[in-house]
């Protein structure tokens, strides 16, 4: 099975990308996570899932730029993704991953870049969700979201936080006060268990801790999980909802 892991390595391997991309087998595997290779197919994918009733979140998969050329460009990306949303009309907000602007070159760039993303997407009146990464750039993804959302609105731009990182609760209770737009998920990354549960059951358990947490601060947060009884105990337990 491919795991989201295997796909965030694959999206920090130029050669390897190509060949993901271009290997039938493996690209068959991979279209259960990637909507398209184009934003034209991206864009069509999101429109079958519009039709479905569902809102979408538009993230352009690559992490860990070796430059800020390679930064610059990703700026590009996403102010031309934002644009053929407004053309076409889809219902799709945008998520970036800080290390696709540069943080780990230098966070003030990626302070610059993603900025430069989240003031276009508010001036369109859409949406930046701030993925989370590995747990060595935890704090700075929070130190660089919280500048954002100290200058642009709740509903400009967002944030992740991963249940299985032991710091996750406090984090997500000092992010509400400001107050922030969270998503929870699980989360992607190896870790060692000093900073993340080993056992899928105290991830699972704080899950549903920092969900309630959200659920009742009356914020629109987004609840991300693939996780059938997750979503069916929380659909039992919740009548209302929110996405990506
Ligand atoms: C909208 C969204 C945004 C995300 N953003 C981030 C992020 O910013 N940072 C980050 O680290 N991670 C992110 N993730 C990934 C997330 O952290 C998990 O790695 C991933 O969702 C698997 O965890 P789970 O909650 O689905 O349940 P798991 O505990 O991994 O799986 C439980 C069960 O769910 C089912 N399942 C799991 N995955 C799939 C699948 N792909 N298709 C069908 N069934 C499946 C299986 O039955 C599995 O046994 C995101 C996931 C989603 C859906």
């Known amino acids: 099975m491919v795991t989201r892991s295997a796909l965030i390595y694959l999206s920090r391997q130029e050669g390897l990308k190509e060949f993901a991309t271009r290997f039938r087998p493996f690209k068959k595997l991979t279209t259960r996570f990637v909507a398209g290779e184009?934003?034209?197919?991206?864009?069509?994918?999101?429109?079958?899932?519009?039709?479905?009733?569902?809102?979408?979140?538009?993230?352009?998969?690559?992490?860990?730029?070796?430059?800020?050329?390679?930064?610059?460009?990703?700026?590009?990306e996403y102010l031309q993704i934002l644009n053929r949303i407004d053309e076409t009309g889809i219902d799709s907000n945008v998520s970036i991953k800080l290390t696709q602007f540069g943080l780990e070159l230098d966070p003030e760039l990626a302070y610059r870049n993603s900025r430069a993303v989240v003031e276009d997407a508010a001036r369109r009146e859409n949406f930046v969700r701030v993925d989370m990464e590995g747990s060595n750039v935890t704090q700075l993804t929070i130190d660089i979201f919280k500048r954002l959302r100290a200058e642009f609105g709740l509903d400009d731009v967002g944030?992740?936080?991963?249940?299985?990182?032991?710091?996750?609760?406090?984090?997500a209770q000092e992010l509400v006060k400001l107050p922030a737009r969270i998503r929870i998920c699980k989360g992607a990354y190896n870790e060692p268990p000093e900073v993340?549960?080993?056992?899928?059951?105290?991830?699972?358990?704080?899950?549903?801790?920092?969900?309630?947490?959200?659920?009742?601060?009356?914020?629109?947060h987004g609840i991300a999980t693939h996780d059938p009884k997750m979503i069916e105990g929380w659909r039992k337990d919740r009548p209302t909802s929110g996405s990506s």
């Open 196 to 220: 993340a549960f080993p056992d899928k059951k105290d991830v699972d358990e704080n899950y549903v801790r920092v969900m309630q947490l959200l659920l009742s601060s009356g914020i629109y």
């Open 159 to 171: 944030i992740v936080l991963q249940s299985y990182l032991r710091r996750t609760y406090a984090d």
């Open 38 to 76: 184009t934003i034209d197919e991206a864009v069509a994918a999101i429109q079958e899932l519009n039709a479905e009733g569902c809102s979408a979140s538009f993230d352009h998969l690559n992490e860990s730029v070796a430059n800020s050329a390679e930064a610059e460009a990703e700026i590009k």
